[in-house]
Every structure is written in C-alpha cells, then in structure tokens.
C-alpha cells in the first residue's frame, strides 16, 4: 500500500517503498500494540474528535474536527451544515458496503455499541506524515476468539484530505493518489479489513498477512478500476518478481501481497467465466475462518470449487508475460485489464551460441523469467523468452515450504523441446517436480546494440540510468566493462556490467535495443566525460554530458 500502508491488522496502512505509499497499517505497530491490550483483557481507546454525522443508510459514524491538526477542509457547497468531505467520507464508505455486503455477500462487521446498535466508527484524521493511506485497528475481541485466532471488533481511521502538498516525515510525497480518489480506494480496502477481521480473524502469529493485503489491494481496482492507483504496487512484482513472490507467509512480507494483487483479477475473471461469481472467494475466507491458515484456505477453497490452485496458476504464468509492449494486440480477454502499463517481467539473460545454461533455485509459486538470445546465420536474430513457476496441489498445507532447485539447457539436441527458432531446443529439470512454463520467441523482434549514449545530456535531476553503446557482435548477458574518463583523461568511474535490453526503449518498431546500463551515477558531476566499453569485441569511445 503507499506511503500509506493499508495492512491488514489492527491497524492498516497503506504501503509504498520509496514514493510509494505504505498503503495499510493494519498489520503494523499498532497492530501489536492493541493485540498486547486486548490479551490483557482491556478495550483499546479510539480517537477522540469533537464532531461527526452518520451517514445517509446508517452504516458508519463519520468523526472529525474543523481545527487543529486534523482538521477537514469546512466547505459545505450543499449548505447542509456538513463539510462536503465528511459527506465524501461517508458516501465512499456506504459505497464500499454496497459492493462488499450487498453485492458480494460478505457479512458486515459487527457494529460498536451494546447489541450493535450504534454504527461502525470511522475517523479523519491526518495520517500525512505516516505516509498511511488508512488503518483498521482492532480495539476489542469477538466471541469465539482463542490465543491463536482472534476475531476483533475494529474501527477505521483515514487521512483527513490525502492533499497534493502532503509530506511525511522524511519530505517524500505522502499519497501517490489524492483527494477523493484517495478516499475512495481506501474506504473499499479498510472496510474489507474490517469485515475480514470481524467474521474471519486473524491467526495470532500473522502468517499469510499478504494474501489479506493481496485481496485488499484487488478490491480497490474492482470498486474503482478508473483509479489506477493499485498499478505503483503492481509493477513492483514485475521489477523485483523474486522479492515480491507469490504466497510469502511471514509478516515482514506483508507488501508481497500488494504487488500480487492481479492473482485476485485474474482468479475473478475465471470464477465468473464458470458463473461461479464470488463463492470460491467467499468460501476462501470461510476457510480461514475455520482457522486454516489463508494461502491454505485458498487451495481448499479452490479445489472445493473445480478450479485446483496448481492448476489454474499455468494460466496465470502465462498473462503475467503479456505486459508492456507484448500486451499489443492480444485479446483484452486473455490480459489483464491494464497489461499495457505494467513493465515486462524482470529476467535473466544469456545468449546461446550454441548452448546456454540457466540454474538456481526457486520456490513453488514463484514465477521466473529467463531471455537467451538465439544465433543464427552468425549474428543475434531473435530472443527466447521463457516463464516457468513450480505449481503442485496441496504445497501450502504445512508451513515452510523449501526451495527447488532447477536447470535449464538451451541447445540443438532435437531430443528435447523445441524452441520455434532454426534448430535451438531446451530441456527444463525441476527434479521431478511439476511446474509450469510458457515458451515464446520475441515474435521475429531483432536485437540491435544501442548506436550512442542515452539520455545524453544526462540530467541528474531527471534521470537514473545511462545506456552505453555495444560492439553489433555482442551477447545478451554478456559482462562487458564501462570506463569513464574526463575530457582530461583522469579515471571518473569503472564498473563491469551485463549486456541487457532496454525495454523502455521503443523508438525503433519491433527491435529491442541491447545495452551496457550504467544504474550507479552518484560519481557524475555536471561536466563533459569520455567513456570506453570493454569486451572480448573491439572497444567502442565516446562521449557525453551531464547538467544539474
């Protein structure tokens, strides 16, 4: 979730790393914090805030203050006595009870007071230099609660305006998304923390806390797919898809789930092509009401409905290579909704000339991306793109699921599977384990080395990468070594890198352009520079700028 951090327990924030949010709080501090009172048998205090209004069905009790430093903005362009925020705030969290209660089917939380006669507590106030989107804290627990499994009485706090000029703590940027659409994705995503921990609760040592926040993040883009906010988590999956893997089970992992939120687009999209509409969703959290653990009651839930986790995640490996540039012209129906803007997956290269070798170890549920370029008349003509992901039923019945190990060989033994392209073939070793993959040749896209330095002028304040130049004979993944000199002559900076390909480059039509990638450039002070890049192929020189 974003600079906000929109967890899932007791307190729910909204995450982002960097510029990004921290979308959900909910499973943070104050999470521990109130679980610790609530052991001891004490409700937790809310907020105190001097006004509030109930909104128009009933639902919720809007709190706020018109001074201080949560404060709301006073205008009442309806003349109803009622800021038109407040009146925002509560028109996007009956919103949310709408699709979630009424549409969906999931029970509402309990409401506070004696007998649940009162309405759900929601407050506003400035959540801004947390960098918290929102946050879903729980003050009390629900019969039925054990040590290990408590359902919780919960109310709901979100940011007093999500304004433009918000800064947190550290001066970044609070929101990544702001005003009412702000408000409106985080009412969906709290309210759904609110249900989840009253009716289903939440084991005690928050395992799988990122399918809560994966679920979460899904159900802003299903309430709002207008507000694209839910992508700056999302592409975090395709930069860093090893450290944002699918089905991590401890708290600290808790952002892996923003980032797999299109699992839950993509699970929606086959519940209701079988016109199941939401009951493998429903019966998901139903599991874990039961008190299994959540990636677990997912398998079970899905098994239960003819749609096996291990099986309908090959379909998934295969749209999660349908992004960027490969989204063009493919079905909507067979890509996500906004395939388009999502990065390609990060992958590993090596060029086969003849053979290339990929090895490592991955884990069940992970998707990998491997790129070998292929040789053919003596020069690079095509890519060979590869997905593969270890998929097999019941994994997340016990806890702690180890690594795999794996190879995979590209050669031209005809023995094996072939490729598409001349005689290349590949043969993919998981120890007997079944797995997933997706074989696709860079559909006749040549591979041609960059022709000069870009951006150039570099500009520190707008840029993070130089790409250098490559010898037309190059390899991708081959180590080349990147040189920088003074116009002078004096050394600047030196460091050995991989050919890859520079995706964002697209202004040739159907050619990826191979690069050195130069990420480190804090040596770079305004000024003219000479480089060299070594190779096993002749040098290539020249020069380029830099400006503030």
Not at 97 to 107: L, R, W
Not at 311 to 335: H, M, N, Q, S
Not at 487 to 504: C, F, L, N, Q
């Amino acid at each position: 979730m974003r600079n906000t951090l929109l967890c899932l327990v007791l307190s729910i924030f909204l995450y982002v790393p960097k510029v990004y949010a921290d979308k959900c709080g909910t499973f943070g501090i104050r999470h521990e914090t109130s679980m610790k009172s609530i052991l001891k048998g004490e409700r937790v205090l809310k907020p105190s805030l001097p006004f509030s209004i109930v909104s128009d069905r009933g639902h919720f009790r809007i709190h706020y203050a018109l001074s201080g430093p949560d404060a709301v903005d006073s205008t009442d362009t309806n003349r109803n006595g009622i800021p038109d925020y407040v009146d925002a705030c509560g028109n996007a969290f009956e919103y949310a009870y709408t699709i979630q209660v009424d549409s969906m089917g999931f029970p509402p939380p309990p409401n506070n007071g004696e007998n649940g006669k009162n309405p759900y507590d929601v407050f506003l106030i400035d959540l801004s230099q947390q960098g918290l989107y929102g946050l879903t804290t729980s003050e009390l627990s629900l019969p039925g609660s054990t040590n290990q499994h408590r359902y919780t009485l919960t109310y709901i706090e979100v940011d007093n305006n999500y304004s433009k000029s918000d800064k947190t703590a550290n001066g970044g940027p609070s929101f990544n998304t702001f005003e009412l659409d702000a408000l409106n994705i985080t009412a969906a995503h709290e309210f759904q923390h609110a249900i989840h921990l009253a009716n289903y609760g939440m084991n005690d040592q928050l395992y799988d806390v990122s399918l809560y926040e994966m679920f979460c993040t899904w159900i802003e883009a299903y309430h709002y797919p207008e507000i694209k906010d839910y992508q700056y988590y999302v592409k975090n999956y395709f930069t860093n898809p090893i450290e944002n893997r699918f089905g991590q089970r401890y708290s600290q992992f808790v952002s892996s789930g923003y980032a797999n939120a299109l699992f839950f687009e993509y699970l929606h999209g086959k519940t209701q092509e079988q016109s199941l509409g939401f009951k493998p969703i429903l019966d998901m959290w139903d599991n874990i009401g039961k008190k299994n653990l959540p990636y677990r009651a997912l398998e079970l839930s899905l098994l239960n409905n003819n749609l096996p986790l291990h099986e309908l995640w090959c379909g998934y490996v295969e749209r999660t290579y349908y992004t960027g540039k490969r989204a063009r012209g493919i079905d909507p129906g067979l890509v996500f909704k906004d395939a388009s803007q999502f990065p390609l997956m990060k992958t590993d290269t090596i060029t086969a000339n003849p053979t290339a070798l990929f090895t490592g170890s991955i884990f069940p549920f992970e998707i990998r991306s491997l790129s070998s370029g292929l040789i053919g008349s003596g020069f690079l003509t095509d890519t060979a793109n590869i997905f593969f992901s270890p998929a097999y039923s019941d994994y997340f019945r016990v806890f702690g699921g180890q690594s795999l190990s794996y190879s995979v060989l590209i050669d031209k033994n005809s023995d094996k599977t072939p490729i598409g392209f001349s005689d290349y073939y590949v043969d993919m070793d998981f120890k007997s384990n079944r797995f997933c993959s997706l074989i696709q040749l860079s559909k006749g896209e040549l591979i041609f080395p960059a022709e000069k330095p870009y951006p150039n002028p570099f500009s520190l304040s707008k840029h993070s990468v130089i790409h250098f130049p490559l010898p037309y004979a190059i390899g991708l993944g081959q180590e080349v070594e990147i040189q920088i000199f003074t116009i002078a002559g004096a050394p600047v900076y030196s460091e050995r890198v991989k050919a890859s390909i520079d995706y964002t480059n697209v202004s040739k039509t159907d050619v990826n352009i191979l690069v050195a990638k130069l990420e480190n450039t804090s040596q770079l002070l305004p000024g003219i520079y000479m480089f060299t890049i070594y190779s096993e192929h002749e040098p290539i020189s020249g020069k380029f700028m830099v400006k503030q």
